[in-house]
Nanobody
Framework: QVHLVESGGGLVQTGGSLRLSCALS????????LAWFRQAPGKEREFVAA????????YYADSVKGRFTISGDNAKSSLNLQLNSLKPEDTAVYYC???????????????????WGQGTQVTVSS
């Protein structure tokens, strides 16, 4: 089993920054893909960023590219997301996720990730 716990969410004004962290425990070595998703009230869960354990490739949604940065430690015991230049539309519950499957081309489908944290709230005021 793999357990994930997010932290670091909070309230910030437009243009501010936050750093989210995700602590992973259990069989983390079996997780090939790690990612962040977010979900705003009344909206569908959407992909934010992903990082591959093998190769270290990173991927970002167009809406956050250039503003957010995903990273992890060498053992992948933690996953981080640096959020800069925040906008009101970034307001959502942010979830970290892990996948035990591997794909060379796909990284953005929530259904590919079997393990999820409980989420941390990010609120950006205008």
């Amino acid at each position: 089993q793999v357990h994930l716990v997010e932290s670091g969410g909070g309230l910030v004004q437009t243009g501010g920054s936050l750093r989210l962290s995700c602590a992973l425990s259990g069989r983390t070595s079996s997780m090939y893909r790690l990612a962040w998703f977010r979900q705003a009230p009344g909206k569908e869960r959407e992909f934010v960023a992903a990082i591959y354990r093998l190769g270290g490739n990173t991927y970002y949604a167009d809406s956050v590219k250039g503003r957010f940065t995903i990273s992890g430690d060498n053992a992948k015991s933690s996953l981080n997301l640096q959020l800069n230049s925040l906008k009101p539309e970034d307001t959502a519950v942010y979830y970290c996720a892990a996948s035990s499957t591997y794909s060379d081309t796909q990284y953005y489908f929530a259904s590919d990730y079997a393990y999820w944290g409980q989420g941390t709230q990010v609120t950006v005021s205008s």
